[in-house]
């Protein structure tokens, strides 16, 4: 089992429509977790951390997390053709504070 | 501008000739890391630095050196390169104490191993 798991995708949604990503993870005492978003060609940028159980907000941006089913996800509301690129979650594991530990990654595509 | 700088941005090598990117940041971090990126497999660290003089491996660290003597560089070695380690590689920094947390991400190296 992979320590970070995500769909690789394609996942291809209309503009305008609400894009849902999810991730799951196998270290059930894990507490730091972030999504990356990679445009093709470039490198990964921040775009949520998220520490406790619940939902978190940032703009069109919620990442929810659920530590009892070791699942964390990312919702992208109004997706726009702008929003187009590779997702990673990303971990930091409980017996290994200093690491962080991707998933290989979901491709979002929003058509116009 | 605060930023995470990677030299060179492409690399063609042939096996066994050692080679050595560069990786500096003016943020101030104490915080770096190394990884590469493969096709499927994600991104997977390959050495990292809490400060320096303090450097620790990652997951995947074989065929691989660091040295951390100033806080603003950490250059990743590759003493023998091998096919294998044809893949595009990323240096990070992190501006939190202890731990990769809220990382920002260089431009990325390109290298080929023939």
């Known amino acids: 089992q992979k320590e970070v798991e995500q769909n690789s995708g394609p996942l291809s949604v209309p503009e305008g429509a609400i894009a849902s990503l999810n991730c799951t993870y196998s270290?059930?005492?894990?507490?730091?977790f972030f999504w990356y978003r990679q445009y093709s060609g470039k490198s990964p940028e921040l775009i949520m951390s998220?520490?406790?159980?619940g939902d978190k907000e940032d703009g069109r941006f919620t990442a929810q997390l659920n530590k009892a089913s070791q699942y964390v996800s990312l919702l992208i509301r109004d997706s726009q053709p702008s929003d187009s690129a590779t997702y990673l979650c990303a971990v930091i594991r409980s017996g290994s504070a200093r690491q962080l530990t991707f998933g290989s990654g979901t491709q979002l595509t929003v058509l116009p | 501008e605060a930023q995470v700088t990677q030299n060179p941005r492409y690399l063609i090598t042939v096996t066994g000739k050692k080679l050595t990117v560069t990786c500096s940041q003016n943020?101030?971090?104490?915080?770096m890391s190394w990884y590469r990126q493969d096709p499927g497999l994600g991104l997977r660290q390959i050495y990292y630095s809490m400060n320096v003089e303090v450097t620790d491996k990652g997951d995947v660290p074989e065929g691989y050196k660091v040295s951390r003597k100033e806080k603003r560089n950490f250059p990743l070695i590759l003493e023998s390169p091998s096919p294998n380690q044809t893949s595009l590689y990323f240096c990070a920094s992190s501006p939190r104490t202890g731990g990769p947390n809220e990382q920002f991400f260089g431009p990325g190296t390109r290298l080929t191993v023939l």
């Open positions: 998220i520490y406790s159980n």
């Open positions: 943020m101030n971090h104490e915080y």
């Open positions: 270290d059930r005492g894990s507490q730091s």
